[in-house]
């Protein structure tokens, strides 16, 4: 099953992804056309149903990445403010996948305004007038949803990362309040070893699923530094034993056997673009071990977390001479 899943993935999302980003550098800034609802089928239920429905979100998102890493930041606003103007992404979810996708896409156009320089965004505030209130809407929706709260696992520490992310554009304390208490229920779900009791439970996922819950919490950790906010001391420095956890594995993956027993398969993408929290990470740690593990992987590129990690997060490495 997990292999059927892969294909069908492989082919329909990064193959057409591909094709969606050529599609977007001739026509840079056609809006496409807003899509009202997010709402496919479960990632795991429906594989094929699951890559049409996000095909469009997701080439609005590559667009949209895109243009930040051009520094087109014309193009950038027209995009988001195209969508805003339609109140994309607000309409009903009858599933639970949506939830999930919105609170992705909400972070990711978050972040990519989180690159935009200052005098751009004092230089458009009109469209920020329009930009804002729906970034706070999808921060809300995503806040409010009962299809992640119950969860207690990853999505809710990506919830928390989209509530502090847009909190933080916006200038809204309270969502970036919101979003810590959800980023602290991930930083105080980690075990003595490192491991996420949670994620362990994924079976031979879990893994991928420990290196995809290490993403927002390191990206929430960095945003709220500006806060003076430390999140890496929480917890007794957890986030640095689920990283430690994470970097034995990617140098080692039979070191995770020392979590769980059950042989571990991994999405490609686990040990490449999921590996985006090293760039912040390093920058603020220097940890000896990452130059190596980085270097071999840049540039990272993850849609949830503006496009280009690497441009927007990290630093010169030291020389390998």
């Given amino acids: 099953m997990h292999h059927r899943i892969l294909r069908v993935l492989t082919a329909l999302l990064f193959v057409t ?76 979810i009858s599933g639970y996948q949506g939830y999930y996708e919105r609170s992705w896409a909400g972070t990711d156009f978050a972040l990519v305004i989180l690159r935009m320089p200052n005098e751009v965004k004092v230089a458009h505030a009109d469209k920020f007038a329009m930009i804002d209130p ?23 520490y990506w919830a928390g990362l989209n509530l502090v992310a847009i909190g933080t554009v916006t200038n809204q304390p309270q969502l970036i309040d919101s979003g810590l208490i959800r980023t602290r229920e991930g930083i105080h779900d980690i075990g003595p070893n490192g491991a996420l009791e949670r994620e362990v439970k994924r079976g ?80 603020r740690t220097r940890d000896s071990r990452l130059p190596a593990l980085i270097a071999s992987r840049r540039p990272f590129s993850e849609w949830r977390l503006g496009g280009n990690v690497t441009t927007a997060w990290g630093v010169s490495l030291p020389s390998s001479e």
């Fill in 134 to 156: 729906w970034l706070r809407r999808i921060a809300i929706a995503t806040r409010d949803a009962n299809a992640i709260n119950h969860l207690h696992n990853n999505l809710v």
């Fill in 17 to 92: 992804g591909a094709s969606l980003m050529a599609i977007g550098h001739a026509t840079a800034c056609d809006v496409p056309a807003p899509l009202k609802s997010i709402d496919p089928p479960g990632f795991y239920d429906d594989a094929a149903g699951y890559a049409r429905a996000v095909q469009p979100m997701r080439g609005f998102i590559a667009k949209l990445n895109k243009a930040a890493e051009a520094g087109d930041w014309s193009c950038a606003l027209d995009l988001l403010h195209g969508w805003a103007s339609a109140d994309a992404l607000m309409g009903p």
């Fill in 204 to 283: 031979d996922r879990a893994l991928h699923y420990h290196t995809f819950a290490l993403l927002p919490l390191v990206f929430t950790a960095e945003l709220v530094q500006r806060r003076n906010i430390d999140l890496y001391k929480e917890n007794d420095h957890a986030i640095a034993r689920l990283a430690n956890l994470v970097i034995d594995a990617v140098r080692d993956p039979a070191s995770f056997a020392k979590i769980t027993p059950i042989k571990q398969n991994l999405f490609p993408w686990t040990f490449q673009d999921e590996l985006s929290w090293m760039e912040p990470y390093y920058a």
